[in-house]
């Protein structure tokens, strides 16, 4: 624990002018970040007494190590800076919205030749048209089903769109008229575009003239006695409205507002959205998060418009923006906010009227859903602390191991043999921090030399890191560059080492931590016949109860590590089967490759061929021709490749390729050979 004096900047240092400001830890890791009006008067906020300061707040100054900040312009560019580095370092002490889940959207996508109407989840896309997002799937496709009576635009996929381009039959939408078939040519590109544009228009809340418009076609179509006609404008009117009612209307000016309201208690809050368009709520949304920092609920909006806004332009930000309570000053954000929109925006409080009746609607939801998430979430973060509470005491650790690290070796017969490292933070997955290792100081099958290897690179490399940043020497640090932050692949090191595997490969790994001088950090082995947790030194392994938490975290642990070396053998071996003798001549690239595959039809034909055939491909001369044809003759021919559904020999006939009718490579062996696959 850091005393924050020891890095407090010099009386005078900090400038008085607006800026951004980053907080590092021991190991240069950005773990706050914030922006300020005047950097001199903030940040000596945080230089205060510890007393004085918020618990959270003296969390994150006595676990930093250095503060440093940059001067801007303005308060909107610093506005901006905070976002973009909030976004890139990810900073463990900031406020951090989580999406209960990938809502979906609505999406047109207007980049296509024939714009396709569909349902789309995740990052948005250029040149696509987005409405929501929307609480279920299911809803849009109600709503779409209903409007293609109207607008029968597109909804097929690619493949469908280019099987029936081909065989001159539409799909079934396109019979029964739901559809306007432009695969088949019923209806041209511009006629379809056009088609998806008033779809948008409809969507994007201009109803009314599409409905008046078709009011006037019936009954036109009634006097002049096309019943028939007038009967299908009929239904196509009855159907608009139907989508309209999924949408009932909130707002009687057809206002255009995202509406935004915060529940909130001293440890988390929950943040709903209403979208309303037109008048009427075309999408809702929520996140929860936990408040790491001391913070008022105008900040806690600044930071939800971040969120909600910062990936936004045009349209997408509505002109009214209604909150529970402004930001503290409110100038710059809503400044933000008209420069991503392009024109004005309004950042108010609703005060009453039916902007503030439905505000209130948006309150009752946030509440609701910062209950639901604190029963979710109460028994996960029990279960959790049970667990590495559990695992401690079993392995009588001094603490809690906050990050585990866990290792397994994969091979097929001794062949490619690789080892995956998979890392768990308070019992819970940290993708980015896992990494694979191939086996290099020997060859053939012996996990438990396998295990001392990685084990030793592992670590070999974490003490490499920490002298290479000055922890050894006087505390400077050269080993991360200021402009990006982040830490070394293994700058951190784990509380426990768990190997997949029983007493031979637990010793394997301390003998390679104990030739390394480290000893404060605890391995352990997990056994996968009778799920025995093996420790260094003991006879005897340590034998949970099936019904632990902390036996069950260990397992999780183990088979994340399995199946992430799993993956990585088989991308090798898969490589290793799609090998081709042409790679061992120098000087062939791929393009040269592929035409002398195209001529001869397979490295078999060409390995049969002579010198002037191989040079009657275009750009191979004569030498290249004699090298192709010695490598070719130098390396033995592979075995046949057999397809194990049917017992058939597979000819050579892709370069190199060996491999079943799927195009997937053919494995041979039992399945107890087959070490660990998965189904």
């Not at 005078?12 to 607006?18: F, W, Y």
């Not at 306007?180 to 948008?200: K, M, N, Q, T, Y």
């Given at each position: ?25 021991e190991h ?13 008067q903030?940040?000596?906020?945080y ?188 239904d ?17 000016d057809a ?21 309303v ?23 806690l ?85 049970r ?41 819970l ?43 050894w ?54 056994a ?59 000087g ?17 034909k ?16 004569r ?11 130098e ?26 009718d ?18």
């Amino acid at each position: 624990m850091a005393d924050p004096s020891s890095y407090r900047p010099k009386p005078g240092q900090i400038p008085d002018s607006p800026g951004v400001y980053r907080f590092r830890d021991e190991h240069r890791r950005v773990i706050y970040v914030g922006k300020a009006k005047s950097l001199r008067q903030r940040l000596a906020n945080y230089f205060q007494d510890l007393a004085g300061l918020h618990p959270r707040t003296r969390t994150m100054v006595t676990t930093a190590a250095s503060v440093e900040w940059t001067v801007v312009s303005t308060e909107v560019e610093a506005l901006q800076l905070e976002y973009s580095w909030i976004k890139e370092y990810d900073p463990r002490f900031n406020v951090k919205y989580r999406d209960d889940k990938s809502y979906p959207y609505l999406a047109v996508t207007m980049s296509e030749e024939f714009p396709r109407v569909q349902v789309m989840r995740g990052h948005k896309k250029k040149g696509v048209r987005y409405f929501g997002p929307y609480a279920h799937a299911w809803a849009i496709r109600d709503t779409v089903d209903l409007l293609l009576r109207v607008f029968p635009v597109r909804t097929c996929s690619a493949g469908v769109f280019k099987n029936a381009a081909r065989t001159g039959r539409p799909c079934l939408l396109g019979y029964i008229e739901k559809c306007s078939a432009p695969c088949v040519g019923r209806i041209s590109a511009e006629d379809h575009r056009e088609l998806a544009d008033e779809f948008c228009d409809f969507m994007a809340g201009r109803t009314g003239t599409y409905l008046r418009r078709l009011e006037k076609q019936m009954m036109a179509a009634a006097d002049e006695m096309e019943y028939e006609r007038a009967a299908r404008l009929r239904d196509d009117i009855e159907a608009l409205k139907k989508a309209m009612e999924k949408n009932a209307v909130v707002l009687a000016d057809a206002t255009d507002a995202d509406l935004i309201a915060v529940a909130e208690d001293e440890l988390e809050a929950a943040v709903q959205i209403f979208h309303v368009r037109g008048g009427r709520v075309r999408g809702q949304r929520g996140w929860v998060t936990d408040k790491v920092e001391e913070i008022t609920t105008g900040a806690l909006v600044e930071h939800a418009l971040q969120q909600l806004y910062g990936e936004e332009s045009g349209d997408a930000v509505p002109k009214e923006v209604l909150v529970p309570a402004l930001p503290e000053p409110p100038e710059p954000v809503q400044e933000w906010l008209t420069e991503r929109r392009g024109s004005g925006v309004s950042l108010r409080i609703p005060q009453r009227g039916d902007k503030r009746a439905l505000m209130e609607t948006v309150e009752r939801n946030a509440k609701q859903a910062l209950a639901l998430h604190k029963t979710k979430r109460a028994s996960d973060l029990t279960t959790r602390s049970r667990a590495l509470e559990e695992i401690a005491e079993a392995l009588d650790l001094d603490s809690a191991p906050l990050r585990v690290e866990c290792y397994d070796i994969s091979h097929l017969q001794g062949d490619d043999v690789v080892a995956s490292m998979v890392v768990f933070e308070d019992g819970l997955q940290r993708k980015s921090e896992y990494r694979r290792f191939q086996i290099k100081g020997f060859a053939g099958q012996d996990d438990v030399r396998s295990m001392h290897e990685v084990i030793t690179r592992r670590f070999r490399r974490y003490l490499a890191e920490k002298e290479r940043t000055g922890e050894w020497a006087d505390g400077e640090d050269n080993g991360l560059t200021e402009e990006d932050g982040r830490p070394k692949k293994f700058a951190y090191p784990p509380q426990l080492v768990v190997v997949d595997g029983g007493r031979p490969q637990v010793a394997a790994a301390q003998r390679a931590l104990d030739e390394l001088g480290i000893d404060d950090i605890a391995v352990c082995g997990l056994a996968k016949r009778l799920e025995e947790v093996w420790v260094p030194g003991e006879d005897d392994p340590v034998v949970l109860p099936r019904t632990s938490e902390g036996l069950y975290l260990l397992q999780r642990v183990r088979d994340e590590a399995h199946r992430f070396a799993i993956s990585y053998q088989r991308t090798k071996r898969a490589k290793r089967f799609r090998a081709s003798p042409l790679d061992d001549v120098s000087g062939l690239g791929e393009t040269r490759k592929q035409a002398l595959i195209k001529h001869f039809g397979s490295v078999k034909k060409l390995r049969a061929a002579t010198i002037d055939q191989i040079q009657e491909v275009p750009g191979i001369g004569r030498k290249t021709a004699e090298t192709i044809a010695v490598a070719l003759a130098e390396a033995a021919p592979a075995a046949p490749a057999v397809n194990t559904a049917t017992g058939e020999i597979i000819e050579d006939e892709e370069p190199g390729t060996t491999a079943g009718d799927s195009g997937e490579p053919v494995i041979a062996g039992t399945p107890d050979e087959r070490r660990g696959q998965e189904p």
